[in-house]
Each structure stands twice: as C-alpha cells, then as structure tokens.
C-alpha cells in the first residue's frame, strides 16, 4: 500500500513539474526581454491561460456541452445501429459478444445513492489530486532556480558544474515535449474537426476534441480516437462510416510525413519501439494517467543515460533534445 501511494504521489508531483515547465518557460521569456520580475511574469502567463480558457469556454463551451449532451442520449441509439450493422457482418456476432461482456442487470441492482455517493467520492478525490498539482506546478514556476540550485548542492562541488548542465538538458527536454505535443494536438484537433464537419458527421466539435486530446498518448492515441468517430458515422450508416475511415488514414499519413517532422524540431524523438514500451509501462505501473507521463519520463531517463553513462562513462559522442550534443 504504501508503495503504491508512492508511485500515486510520484505521478501527481512529475505532472506538476511538466505544468511548471510550461507555465515557467514563457514567463522566463517575458522576464528576460522586458526585465520585469520572473514572479510578475509568471502571474501574466497565468492570467493568459485563464483568460484563454475562458474564451474557450465562452465562444464554444456552449455547442461542446451542447453536442456531448447530445452524443450521450444517443449513445444508446449508436450503440444499438453498431450492433444491428455488427450482426450481419462475418465475425461481427463474436466481436460484439466480446465488447458487451457486462450483463446490464448488474449496473441496474447497484442502488441509485450508492452510485451518487461513488460518484460524489470520486469527483472530491480528482478536485483535491488538480489542487494538488495545480499549486506544486505554480511553486515550481514562481522559483525555479532555486528548487534547481537545491539539488544541485545534494551532489559534491566538483559536479556541481555537470549537475547544472544535466538540468540545463532535461530542461530542454521537457521543453520540447510540450511544444511538440501541444503542436501535434493543435494540428490534428483542428483537422479532425474540419474534415468532420465537411463530411456531415455529427458532434464533430467533441470527436475533434477527442481527437487532438487522444494525441498525449503516442501510437495508440489516434486509435482511441478513431473509435467512437468511426461508432457515430455507423449510426448514420456503412458509407459515413468508410468516410470517417478515410478521413483518419488521411490524418495518420499527414502526421506522420508532414506534422510530425515539423513537430520532431521541438519534440524529443524516441524511437518508435521504446515509445510504446514507454506507453505501456507508464500504464502498468501508474494507470490510466501512467499512458500519457510514460514518454516524457522515459525521453528523461534517457537523456540522462547519455549524458551521465554514454557520455562521461565511455567518453562517446551523444545527440541531445534541441539540436544540442556532447563528445
């Protein structure tokens, strides 16, 4: 048990130091070009975050609410339309019999208070885990230098100089996982949508979301999203649905010879086979939230096997994050 609120709290404080990141970093840049304090700055970039989330919120908060309370009524409309189209395909009768493996009796004998505790219970403990790390994020931010000087004097004075720049490389790490990340779901949220909306699919405004949301998982994100695209155009019929097909293969081959280079010049480039081991073992190890940390925090480890190992150890020549190199 202990162990495990361990790797939980491990897992909440390495998402905070990504937000801290992000939020740190234009505000090292503001403060670096107009020489106002780093805390100013970071106050700035923080009320611009909110200010943008609001005017998310404000201009189309209303069809997203709009559109998932439509997609959740029809649910049962779609899911039964797949089942009927699923039926009278070869293997479609054993596919569904795997999917709806859960017998619709069990939920129902679960008593209502029961289920509006769970819920209360669940929604509490993901508010306290946001503040959580919400506040570690913005204590992180408001001083970088000096969490980092605090570590780098745990190591002796010699390496005090090699320790600052391991930091300065992780740094940049982590930099350009968040540029490339945030570039990759911008790109392929908005196309997404677009080419949705120019078929005729329905709530293509939350499938687009989903979409560009599904691309903090590597590999597998898009296929999570292709999913209930692909469930809605069924509902609509065989044709909707090879259109939504086509549209995402579309995507996948823009992302990855067209988005993803564009993308590689910020992002860290792992090599497809560690990225899924990433994936997968950030999901092993920390649940659902463990698919989306696995990749920065393998991308961390192994920079730090190159510079501290590769490097200093065997006195090879080594490619960093950001263009940069040693040896």
Do not use: C
Request: proline share 5%; aromatic share 8%.
């Amino acid at each position: 048990m202990l162990l495990w609120n361990a790797l939980e709290i491990f897992l909440l404080a390495f998402i905070g130091l990504l937000l801290s990141v992000a939020l740190a970093t234009p505000a090292a840049a503001i403060a670096s070009k107009t020489r106002m304090p780093h805390w100013l700055a970071l106050g700035l970039v923080a009320l611009a975050l909110v200010a943008a989330i609001l005017a998310g919120i404000w201009f189309a908060g209303e069809a997203l609410v709009a559109q998932l309370v439509g997609l959740l009524q029809a649910l049962p409309q779609i899911l039964e339309r797949t089942q009927n189209f699923l039926q009278n395909i070869p293997g479609g009768t054993w596919l569904m019999d795997q999917v709806l493996e859960t017998d619709p009796t069990e939920v129902a004998d679960i008593g209502m208070v029961t289920q509006v505790a769970e819920a209360l219970g669940g929604m509490i403990e993901i508010l306290i885990r946001i503040v959580f790390v919400v506040f570690l994020a913005l204590f992180l931010a408001a001083a970088p230098a000096r969490y980092r000087a605090g570590i780098v004097s745990l190591f002796p004075p010699s390496a005090h100089a090699r320790a600052r720049e391991v930091f300065a490389a992780l740094t940049v790490t982590i930099q350009g996982w968040i540029l490339g990340q945030l570039a990759s779901m911008l790109l392929v949220g908005i196309l997404a949508t677009t080419g949705l909306l120019i078929i005729g699919v329905q709530y293509a405004l939350i499938l687009g979301l989903i979409a560009g949301l599904a691309e903090l998982i590597p590999i597998f994100g898009p296929v999570f999203a292709y999913f209930p695209a692909v469930l809605v155009a069924l509902a609509e019929g065989p044709q909707q649905a090879l259109w939504v097909t086509g549209l995402y293969l579309v995507i996948q081959q823009l992302e990855g010879n067209a988005i993803q280079p564009m993308v590689q010049r910020f992002a860290v480039d792992l090599p497809q086979a560690l990225t899924v081991v990433a994936v997968l073992g950030g999901g092993v190890l920390f649940g659902p939230l463990g698919l989306f940390i696995g990749t920065p925090l393998v991308a961390i480890v192994l920079v730090l096997i190159k510079m501290l190992y590769v490097h200093d150890v065997h006195g090879q020549h080594v490619e960093l994050p950001g263009g940069g190199s040693e040896g």
